[in-house]
């Protein structure tokens, strides 16, 4: 890949969790997410091994999934309430319907599926910046979010790590 290529689209991702980081509105918020999931497509893909351009696609269909659930709970959440802001006072349901968004995009179990199957396809260093350097806006927005019933929290809290655990102890391919 062309240096210039690879330094804007490393940047991009930089300026996308930036902007996630900086934001108090859940638009920005939304917008830096999309930001950071259309930096990496090219460089999941650098390889041009079809395995790489499959796991690319299952990586766009459910980040893609997991944004249009975000900004329709969102936009939702203003609807209800009148409120943009990621600190503000959230309607129940949209508020489990950014949980469970964000969860997609962390890959917290059980909703990890796709996460194995698109580090299969990656090489080392692109499977290390997307499960290190992607995973940090969407739980930035997930601990900045303030969530009244912490039960369903704890829940995918606690499958994460059971499911983790256990997984891992049978996982051979990484």
Do not use: C
Not at 58 to 68: E, G, N, S, W
């Amino acid at each position: 890949m062309n240096p210039y290529i690879l330094t804007f689209l490393l940047s991009a991702l930089g300026l996308g969790t930036t902007i996630t980081f900086a934001s108090s509105h859940w638009l920005i918020a939304w917008m830096g997410l999309e930001i950071n999931t259309l930096a990496i497509l090219p460089l999941m893909t650098q390889g041009h091994h079809p395995r790489a351009v499959e796991a690319t696609t299952k990586y766009f269909l459910t980040q893609a999934t997991a944004a249009a659930t975000l900004l329709f709970a969102s936009v939702t959440n203003a609807w209800l309430t009148g409120q943009w802001g990621l600190g503000m006072t959230m309607h129940p349901l949209p508020m489990t319907m950014i949980l469970l968004a964000l969860a997609m995009k962390l890959g917290l179990a059980p909703l990890h599926t796709w996460l194995p199957e698109v580090l299969q396809g990656l090489d080392l260093t692109t499977g290390l910046i997307l499960s290190t350097w992607q995973k940090l806006a969407p739980f930035y927005l997930l601990i900045q979010t303030p969530f009244q019933d912490q039960r369903l929290l704890i829940v995918l809290a606690l499958a994460s790590t059971l499911v983790g655990g256990w997984g891992g102890l049978n996982q051979t391919q990484l």
